[in-house]
């Protein structure tokens, strides 16, 4: 995952965005989960049975380069990961393995996990060099061995990493639900001649949307609900 992080002022001292300071069109966006298409928040999702926290390393969530959203998807995941382990639900960490020189190059500080892992046969990290948290690693055969039918996703960056898992997910078969307040991205930069900067928002909104008609996009984490996958009950 490779994105250029603008230049940001709304950081609180700790790093964190305060998740009060979400831009208004992230209400706005959404509001829109009423509309028809693939947004079909209206409560709670059916029980999942698989958490995966995208890309939830350093160098993305904490620090001046963090994505403007950083807290609140923080504050999601957190939650999400506690309700997961407490239903005994599948949890697998995914972690970027950036290029040399990048901002989640292996074994530097940004490219750490920023939420502790608790490792054991139903909570895992998997490496991966892609977007894609299932190519060419065993992201599938671990769903699959598990018997999870149905997953979460959380994390960033929407476009990327999140919207690149989601899609093989569904594309192999599984339930996907997506709460649109645990995924965060950047702002796109204005380039000439083709739009002024989109806020980080907005590009959020729009990944989401792009999943198509299977993904099940609820408005909040706390609609989420776990349950151990069939194989570990």
């Not at 958490?51 to 160098?59: F, H, M």
């Not at 005994?88 to 996990?113: F, S």
């Amino acid at each position: 995952m490779t994105a250029t992080p603008l230049p940001r002022t709304d950081t609180a001292p700790d790093g964190d965005t305060p998740a009060e300071a979400a831009p208004a069109a992230d209400t706005a966006a959404a509001a829109e989960h009423t509309a028809a298409g693939p947004a079909t928040g209206a409560g709670a999702a059916e029980p999942v049975e698989a958490l995966l926290l995208v890309d939830l390393q350093t160098a993305f969530v904490a620090g001046d380069e963090a994505v403007p959203d950083a807290a609140r998807v923080l504050d999601r995941g957190r939650a999400l990961l506690a309700r997961a382990r407490a239903a005994g639900a599948l949890v697998v960490h995914l972690q970027n393995d950036g290029a040399p020189g990048t901002a989640d190059e292996p074994h530097t500080p940004g490219w750490e996990l920023h939420l502790p892992v608790e490792p054991g046969p139903r909570e895992s990290v998997i490496r991966k060099g892609e977007d894609d948290g299932f190519d060419g690693t065993p992201l599938g055969a671990l769903l699959d061995g598990a018997g999870v039918r149905a997953l979460a996703l959380c994390g960033v960056l929407s476009e990327m990493c999140v919207a690149a898992t989601a899609r093989t997910a569904l594309a192999r078969d599984f339930r996907v639900v997506l709460p649109h307040d645990a995924h965060a991205t950047y702002d796109i930069p204005a380039a000439a001649g083709i739009s002024e900067r989109v806020p980080a928002a907005l590009s959020s909104r729009a990944a989401e949307w792009a999943l198509g008609d299977e993904v099940e996009i609820v408005p909040r984490a706390a609609d989420v609900t776990f349950t151990a996958p069939r194989r570990g009950r």
